[in-house]
């Protein structure tokens, strides 16, 4: 079954759903190809993704505030939350 084709998952992340899908393997190709000197810290990283994972806009991997996916979007240390304050850490 495809992950879009089921019920939402509240508080999930696309690889806490991916046995189900091939989407998640063309996320972390994402992530894995960005340059370092772009890409958050192993530790920064796993806070945004945690702060995410208790987030109520979190629903099958994506923010329901901009429609991205959290994974792809915390890889970045450009990047921020869109929540209104935002929610990650700023380091």
């Given at each position: 079954?495809?992950?879009?084709?089921?019920?939402?998952?509240?508080?999930?992340?696309?690889?806490?759903?991916?046995?189900?899908?091939?989407?998640?393997?063309?996320?972390?190709?994402?992530?894995?190809?960005?340059p370092?000197?772009?890409?958050t810290?192993?530790?920064?990283?796993?806070?945004?993704?945690d702060?995410?994972?208790?987030?109520?806009?979190?629903?099958?991997?994506?923010?329901?505030?901009?429609?991205?996916?959290?994974?792809?979007?915390?890889?970045?240390?450009?990047?921020?939350c869109?929540?209104?304050?935002?929610?990650?850490?700023e380091?």
């Amino acid at each position: 079954m495809n992950v879009l084709d089921r019920p939402p998952c509240r508080r999930c992340l696309l690889e806490d759903m991916m046995d189900e899908n091939k989407l998640y393997a063309t996320v972390r190709e994402y992530i894995e190809a960005i340059p370092q000197q772009v890409k958050t810290p192993p530790e920064l990283y796993a806070k945004r993704l945690d702060t995410c994972r208790r987030c109520a806009d979190l629903q099958n991997g994506m923010c329901r505030l901009c429609g991205c996916f959290v994974e792809m979007r915390a890889a970045k240390t450009a990047n921020y939350c869109p929540g209104t304050p935002p929610h990650w850490p700023e380091t």
